[in-house]
Structures are given as C-alpha cells and as structure tokens.
C-alpha cells in the first residue's frame, strides 16, 4: 500500500510541475519595441500619408510577427531637404535616447542635390551611422542602412542620367562602407528606377516615391529587421 501511495504522491507532484510549466510558457511579460528612423524626404515620407511612409509601413509590418500584448514604438527625425549636415544638427538637437530595438538610416539625396562637397558625404555618412549605432543599444547588429532613391526616374528627374550616375556614387560609397564594417546596407535604389515605366511607384508631386513604392521598400527591409527585432 505505502507503494502505491508514493506512485500516486509522485504523480500528482508531477502534474502540479507540468501545470505550472505550462502556465509560464503561455503568459509573457510583454515587450515594448522602439524604433528609431533617420533620414530625410524618404523618411519622413513627402507627399503620401502617415501611415503610407516607409517607417510606419515597417512597424506595422513588424507589429504582425510580435506577441499580442507587445508594442511597437516609431520616432523619425527626418525633414524635406535635409544633408547629412542637417541631419547631425537634428539628432544633436532631440537627443533621442540610446535603448532603441531597431535604427534605419536614408541620408544623402540632397546633399547630391544642393551640389554639396562629395567629400562632405565621405566625412559625414560615417559619422552618422556610427550615432545610428549608438542610438541602437550601441549594436551595431540593430542598424540598417538603406540605399537612396534615384529620382532620375521621376517626371521631375526626366531621365537624367547625370543624377543616376551622382546616386550610384553616393550609394556606392555607403554600400562600401557598411560591408567594410559589417553593417546591414539594403538596396532599393532599383525599385525607384522602373518609376518612369511604373508611374504608380512616383508620388503625386512627381519626385517622391509612393505608397507603393515603400510597400516594396518594407518588402526588402522586413525580413533584416525582424532578425534584429528578435535579437
């Protein structure tokens, strides 16, 4: 009997553990993920909505893979017209934290556009991804950088090839220098050139990329984004 009674102790002992283990592996503390997006009209999203702009379509796309009592949390500093010059201004400026889960970085057309130094870009694209990098827990793993649109291909750009050319070397030294320091660079450049053929990737100013267009940009970003997300 004494047998039998330690076989049925043991069982329900048991069972007490396999509940409990059951319980925590359902219930979990939930997270809030923040996320930092700096850059410029391509950021900020000129001429499409809110929620049309790639680093919300992008949140919203990460929101998807997240636990339900998650949050996800989206700062962009980013203006129209801003160099890599205004830019470093801005962040000095707001001072984001430094915890963020996730960082992008679009920076460069205007200093191609305004005819700035190509040596300004060389000094200051740097400079920025090592702050992106600080932003970002200090991880370099939680930054992506992403290449810049070629507005070429745009009613405004009329097919110049001289700005083609000008982006291919601005994004050439970026990608460059993100494999250099094994930094997650991201090409979109390509999607913006099929925007004279694909009048619906341009915006309605005829410059900007569209809500289209960013949903293909989140296409490309999302799967880089989630691995650092779930880091």
């Known amino acids: 009997m004494k047998i039998i009674y330690k076989i049925v102790f043991l069982a329900i002992i048991g069972l007490s553990f396999s509940s409990c283990s059951t319980d925590s592996a359902v219930v979990l503390a939930p997270k809030n993920y923040k996320y930092l997006a700096l850059g410029d ?3 900020i999203g000129q001429s499409v909505c809110e929620t049309c702009r790639f680093p919300v379509q992008l949140k919203d796309s990460i929101g998807k893979y997240l636990n339900t009592n998650d949050t996800f949390q989206v700062q962009i500093i980013a203006t129209t017209g801003w160099t890599t010059t205004n830019l470093k201004s801005a962040i000095a400026t707001e001072n984001p934290t430094n915890d963020y889960d996730l960082v992008t970085l679009l920076i460069g057309v205007n200093n191609q556009y305004q005819n ?3 040596s300004l870009y060389e000094q200051e694209f740097p ?3 090592t702050t992106a990098i600080q932003k970002a827990k200090g991880d370099k793993n939680n930054v992506i950088v992403v290449s810049i649109p070629d507005y070429a291909y745009t009613p405004f750009g009329n097919g110049n090839t001289t700005i083609s050319t000008q982006i291919d070397n601005y994004n ?9 320091n094994n930094i997650t660079f991201i090409n979109i450049t390509d999607i ?5 053929a694909q009048t619906n990737l341009v915006a309605s100013d005829g410059l900007h990329p569209s809500t289209i267009a960013y949903t293909k940009f989140v296409e490309r970003i999302l799967p ?6 779930n880091n």
């Not at 050439?172 to 250099?180: S, V």
């Not at 913006?192 to 004279?196: A, D, H, M, P």
């Not at 880089?224 to 997300?229: E, G, S």
């Open 127 to 129: 400079e920025l991804v």
């Open 224 to 229: 880089k984004a989630l691995l650092k997300i």
């Open 172 to 180: 050439t030294f970026a990608e460059n220098y993100c494999i250099a």
């Open 192 to 196: 913006t050139r099929l925007g004279l």
């Open 41 to 43: 009209s391509y950021t």
């Open 116 to 118: 700035k130094p190509f």
